[in-house]
């Protein structure tokens, strides 16, 4: 078993740090953040993540994982140091790497002895080639490091069983040294590893994330071709998912992709392959559907009304997916700004979302409308004069269509995610507008 340290305790970090306790490895995982630190300490996440609590309380009581900001420690001594920190997007679509620089340095500067270090953070290829360079130009002790590249795949929401349970595990190592060390380390998982070098394993991310991004932006250019020429999106995609080659999957259409993945790894490798003078044509076509896509349901809304001013506007569902409280890039920052602009009085609910989205909008006037949050549906929905459906969690798909016709004080319901059967609604005298059918 290793001696492991992970920098960065967010959803990669943590997570895989958790799970390599899990399969028996040491574990510190470093984060610059004292509170978080602290919380983790006490036996909670500072992340929603289903199970990962669990499994933090267990693998801390029995000392195999722990927590830090004292980075010199954890790294002085450590077999592989996996780097989680992010990578988030500048404002020319690039990646921000300053954060691994700064992870690379504090490596540089305090390991004592030989060390693996494993890219887990999604970076643009050839940057892993960089990291090895720079820290090796920056070392203080004679001691031998060299950097791998481990992207990860997990899905917010899921994270402790994708990583569990992975599809398959990419490496991409320069050596055989490397090459073994990484396989080694994740023996206990017992799942598929693919080898490649550290380029290939860098392009399979964003190659892969930047595909299930065409596939969704395919799927809402094709619903918004179905609106106008009478098909029906989910019956679409119904007969397509038969066809193994397209696959069931990532078919449904909705208000566009959100999250801290697909919305910045398709600009970074639109990005990249303008730097090396290639036009990513598709992705490129992927990122402007579902920069529309995110307010389509607006634009209707808004054909439809004369004024959202004073308007009593139910939300339902903040976070970008249900599983999660992650708000980056989600729709409802998209809408809500819009509708809050236009003089709305919005009744938000989110069952885990709402801690996060007040941070960013507190409770009380905003713009020329006002937010308020709410603790349960009902509240959301009484007297409302339209509501919009922004995610899918599990509450509020079970939300039956008659409460919208007994609550709300005109039953207009605009739904990003395709909830409800059309005709039922319709013969329930709501006036429901969805995307693609
Ligand atoms: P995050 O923002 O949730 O977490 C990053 C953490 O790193 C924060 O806790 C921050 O305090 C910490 N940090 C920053 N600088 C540090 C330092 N010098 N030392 C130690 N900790 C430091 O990020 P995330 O969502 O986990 O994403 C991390 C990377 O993984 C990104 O490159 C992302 O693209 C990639 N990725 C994310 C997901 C996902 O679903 N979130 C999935 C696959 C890949």
Redesign the pocket.
Known sequence: MYKIAV????????VAGVCFAEVGHNVTC????EN?VKLMEKGVS??YESGLEELMQKNYKTGKLNYTTD?KAAYRDADAIFI?????ERPDGS?NLS?IA??AR?IAENIEKDCLVVV????PVGTNDKVEQFIKDFLVNDVNVEVASN??????GT?VHDTLHAARIIIGTESKWAENMLMDIYKPFNLPIVSVNRRSAEMI?YASNDFLALKISYMNDIANLCELVGANIQDVAKGMSYDERIGSKFLNAGIGYG???FP??TKALEYLARQNGYELRTIKAAIDVNKDQKTKLFKKASRRLITFNGLKVAVLGLTFKPGTD?LREAPSLENIPLLLENGAEIYAYDPVGRKNFEKRYPEGKCGNGSISYVDNIEDALKEANVCFIFTEWKDIKEIKPESYKSLMRTPLVYDGRNIYDIKSMRILGIEYYSIGR
């Open positions: 920098a960065g305790t967010g959803y990669v970090g943590l470093v984060d610059i953040d978080k500072p992340i980075y989680g920190v992010g990578t988030p990646a954060y700064t992870v504090q887990k953070s999604t970076v992207p990860e795949f997990l899905a917010q994270a991310k999250g801290s993945c910045k790894d992650d």
